[in-house]
Structures are given as C-alpha cells and as structure tokens.
Antibody
Framework: QVKLLQSGAALVKPGASVKMSCKASGYTFTDYWVSWVKQSHGKSLEWIGEIYPNSGATNFNEKFKGKATLTVDKSTSTAYMELSRLTSEDSAIYYC????????????WGQGVMVTVSS | DIQMTQSPASLSASLGETVTIECLASEDIYSNLAWYQQKPGKSPQLLIYYANSLNDGVPSRFSGSGSGTQYSLKINSLQSEDVSIYFCQQNYDSPWTFGGGTKLELK
C-alpha cells in the first residue's frame, strides 16, 4: 500500500533553516510528482511546490520561491523540503503528498511535520 | 491565482441529516475540482475528484456535483465519523489552490 512517512516535529530559531523528509513506499517513486502543502492555524491549506523525482524538475507557488527548496534521493525514495530564513509565519504543519495521475490530484498524504519557529 | 471560496465556514448538523457544502471558483475550472476530508489531528484524505468521482473506499453517502465555477459536496445521512473539516481544491491551473475549509460538527 502507498505510504508517505514524514520526519518528526521541529523547533527552530528565527532566521534558521529546517529540512524535512518524506519517505515513499508502495509505489514507483520516480513515476509520480510529489507536492508539499502548508497548513497554518489549523485550517487553511497552501500549495508550496512540487518535484518530479525522475528528473528533479520542480514547480513552485510564486509565494514560496526563495523560501522552499525541493530535492529527492531516488536511491531511498525520499523527498526533501528545506525552508530557509524562518520567521513566525513559517510555523505550521507541512504535508508531502503524491499527485495521482488517475485522479489528477493529491491522492496520498504524509502524516505532516509540525514546524515551530521560536527563540 | 484562482481563488476558491467555500461556504459555510462552519456547519452544525444532526445525525442522519443531509448537509451540503459549496465551493465557488474565481474562474471556470472545468470540473477540475477535488474535495478532501480532514479529521481532527489527521492529514487530509481525498474524497472526490473531477468534481463528482468518488475515490476508492469512500462511502456512497458522499457525492459531488457542479460545473464551471460552482461546485458542491453533499453528505447524506450524516454519521458521527463525518465530523471533520472539508476542503475543496482546484487542479485546473497552477498554483493549485484550496478553499478556506468548512468545519462540520454534530448538533
């Protein structure tokens, strides 16, 4: 079965960076786009960007360009997102998701990573 | 960016009742609309795709409809396990955008 297992919660200081992981299993990792989604204040969802593991191609929401960096390690079927120059506005839960080609949307989600930015 | 406006923001209903959640896109999204359910403390789960197609394993009391800019999610015979936040999302044009969510509670 398809699973996306994300890394644990992070407490980081303002101005620092954080890198989180999303390990995929149960499907061919290189065949599907992986997206990252931010959930702030327990409700609203924002799409950050996506990466195609086979080629490393990326697309970003303009709002997150310069904030998020997406990479993959094909050998371990793991996607990564690094957020830089963190502020309190970056405190949120971050999800990785798989873009399913049959359903043309996000069909599987990781469990989420809570990032808290605080001094 | 395409704006997605959901209504209502919150909803209280009784067991067995039928509820409807609306989603309005700022432009025609040609049925490229999905609905997600997010239970407390969990990640969102796909319910409906292409506006009216039920995802595998989703109970048949859930249904989606709409076209153009107006879409809706209907839940027949509300069950206790349906208490969740529901989101619509367009996948017609990047950046993919979500509605603000509808919090469904039991009366």
């Amino acid at each position: 079965q398809v699973k996306l297992l994300q890394s644990g919660a992070a407490l980081v200081k303002p101005g620092a960076s954080v890198k989180m992981s999303c390990k995929a299993s149960g499907y061919t990792f290189t065949d599907y786009w992986v997206s990252w989604v931010k959930q702030s204040h327990g409700k609203s969802l924002e799409w950050i960007g996506e990466i195609y593991p086979n080629s490393g191609a990326t697309n970003f929401n303009e709002k997150f360009k310069g904030k998020a960096t997406l990479t993959v390690d094909k050998s371990t079927s793991t996607a990564y997102m690094e957020l830089s120059r963190l502020t309190s506005e970056d405190s949120a839960i971050y999800y990785c998701t798989r873009y399913g080609t049959t359903v043309a949307t996000f069909d599987y989600w990781g469990q989420g990573v809570m990032v808290t930015v605080s001094s | 960016d395409i704006q997605m406006t959901q209504s209502p923001a919150s909803l209280s209903a009784s067991l067995g009742e039928t509820v409807t959640i609306e989603c309005l896109a700022s432009e025609d999204i040609y049925s490229n609309l999905a609905w997600y359910q997010q239970k407390p403390g969990k990640s969102p789960q796909l319910l409906i795709y292409y506006a009216n197609s039920l995802n595998d394993g989703v109970p048949s009391r859930f249904s989606g409809s709409g076209s153009g800019t107006q879409y809706s999610l209907k839940i027949n015979s509300l069950q206790s396990e349906d208490v969740s936040i529901y989101f619509c999302q367009q996948n017609y044009d990047s950046p993919w955008t979500f509605g603000g969510g509808t919090k469904l509670e039991l009366k």
